[in-house]
C-alpha cells in the first residue's frame, strides 16, 4: 500500500512539474507575442519616427523624422550643388550622384574607399549639418538671440505656399506630402520644428559673424599681408597648346603628333609671338592675325584679362605680383611638367589694380536678346532688346513714387520683359560686365539714376544706382577678418558638440524604411 501510495505521489509531482513548464512557456510565448504586437504597433505607427530618441547630440535629441528631414536636406544641397556646377547630364548624374532606383547603402560612393557607400556619405554630412545647428541652437540659446516676428511670419508664409502647392499637386494636404517626401512620421509640426532651427542657426550665424569689429589699421594691416591674393591684375594673354594630337580620320592629313613636339611647338610658336610684341595693340593685332579665318574672333575682347591674384594661375602669378613688374613687360611662361594640360603662354602687362575705390550697389533688370523678330522687320534682336528695356524705363518714369523699392516691384511686375532682376551690393569693378561696370563707376553717378545699358552676350539691362558703400579692398580684407573670427569661434562652439549617441532606432528605421542607410 505505502509502495502504491509513493507511486501516486511521484505521478502528481511529475504532472504539477509539467504544468508549471508549460505555464511557464506559455507564459514566455505570451510576453514575446505581447512585445512583437507592441513593435508592430509602435513600429506601424508615427510614434516609432516622431516620439522617440534616435539620435542624441550633446544634450539635443532628435527624432528619427528629425533625421530623416536632415538626411533629405542634405541630399537636396548635395544634389542641387552638383547639377549647378556641372548641369543635369546623365553622364554627369551617374558619376556624382546615386541612383534613386535603388537603395542608397546599396550604392559604392565615389569618392570612398570600396566598403563607403551613398548612405554612410548623407548619413554622415547629415550629421554634421545636425551638430552644426545644434551648436548654433545652442549658442544662440545662451545669448539670448531668439527668431524675431517677421522670421516666424516668413516661415508661416513659406509653409502656406507649399501646402496650397502640393494640395494642387493631388496630395490630400501637407502632411501626406511630407511623409512622402521626408519619410513616414514626418508631419507639419516636425517640419515647422527643423526649419526653425535651420532659421534660427543659420540667422544667428549671420549675427554673431557680423558682430566681429576690426579697426583701420588691422584691416589695413591685413590686406597689406595679402595684398597678391586680393589686388587685381590686367593684363592680355594668348596661348597656346602642348597637348599630343591625335589623327583626325575624317581629313587626309596626318595630323599626329607627340606631346614632346606638341610642347616644342608651342614653345616656337610663343617665341614667335613674343617677337612680334612691341606694344599692347600689336599683341591684338598678331593674335587676330592667328585666327585670320575666324570673322567673329576679336583680338581685343579675346585676349584682355582681369584676374584677382589668388585666382591666377599657377604659371602666371609669380610674373605677375613680381614687385619689378611695370606695364608693358611681356614674356612667355608655361605651366608646370606635371600640369594636366600643358599650355605656353604669351602675357603682356597692364596694371595692377590694388581696390582703392568705393564699391556700389544697385539693382538691374534683364531684357535679352529675342530671335523672334517681326517677319520683314529690319530690327535687330539687339535694338528690340533695346526698346524693350526703354518701354520698362518708361514705365518707371512715369511713377509718382520712385526710389529702389519702387525699382524692384517694378522689374517683379514687368516679368514679361525683364527675364532676370537682381540686387547689387557692394560690388567691385570687374564683379560687373566691362559696360555694365563703367555706368556704376562713372564718379557723376548719383543715388536714383536709372538707364538702359546693353552689354553684348547678356541683353539691355534696366539699371538702378542705389549708391557708393566703403573703399573695395577694405571690404575685402574686413570680410576674410570677420570669415576667419567665425570659423574660429564656430570650431570652438561645435567642438562640443562632436559627441553622437545613436539610439536603435536609427539602424531599424534604415532597414525597414529603405532610408538610404
Known sequence: MSEYVSARKAEEEKAA??????????????????????????????????????????DQKYTVADFNYNYYSTYNSYYNSVTSSYGSSQDVMSMFLPSTQSPFRDQAYF????????????????????????????????????????????????????????????????????????????????????????????????????SFTFTADEIAAHYSENADDYDYFNYRLYSFSGTAVTDDEDTEEDETMSAEDASAKAQADAEAYLAAVTDEQSFIDYAASLNADNEDYDGDAATIRHTQGSSLADALKDWMTDPARKAGDVEVLKTGEDAATPYVYVAYFLDRDTNRYNAVSGYYGLVTESADTEEGSEETAQEKA?????????????????????????????????????????????SLPDKLSDWFMDESRAEGDVDVVYVDGYGAFVVYFSGVDGVYGDMLSEADLRNEAYADWEDSAVANY????KGWQMGLSKKITALGG
Open 17 to 58: 512539474k509539467e504544468r508549471r513548464k508549460y505555464n511557464v512557456t506559455v507564459g514566455i510565448v505570451v510576453a514575446c507575442v505581447v512585445l512583437v504586437l507592441v513593435f508592430v504597433i509602435l513600429f506601424d505607427s508615427n510614434l516609432f519616427y516622431n516620439g522617440t530618441t534616435a539620435l542624441k547630440i550633446g
Open 111 to 210: 569618392g570612398g574607399d570600396s566598403d563607403t557607400t551613398w548612405a554612410d556619405y548623407f548619413e554622415d554630412a547629415a550629421i554634421e549639418r545636425m551638430k552644426n545647428s545644434a551648436a548654433l541652437c545652442a549658442a544662440a540659446k545662451a545669448e539670448g538671440y531668439e527668431l524675431t516676428q517677421e522670421d516666424l511670419d516668413e516661415i508661416d508664409s513659406s509653409i502656406a505656399s507649399l501646402t496650397e502647392s502640393v494640395v494642387a499637386g493631388g496630395y490630400k494636404d501637407l502632411d501626406a506630402y511630407l511623409a512622402v517626401y521626408y519619410g513616414k512620421g514626418s508631419n507639419e509640426k516636425v517640419f515647422r520644428e527643423n526649419i526653425e532651427r535651420d532659421y534660427l542657426a543659420s540667422n544667428f550665424s549671420q549675427y554673431k559673424n557680423d
Open 386 to 430: 533695346t526698346l524693350q528695356a526703354q518701354e520698362v524705363k518708361a514705365d518707371y518714369d512715369a511713377l509718382t513714387e520712385k526710389g529702389y523699392d519702387a525699382f524692384v516691384d517694378l522689374m517683379a511686375d514687368s516679368s514679361d520683359l525683364v527675364t532676370s532682376s537682381s540686387s547689387i551690393t557692394s560690388a567691385g569693378r570687374y
Open 498 to 501: 562632436q559627441d553622437v549617441e
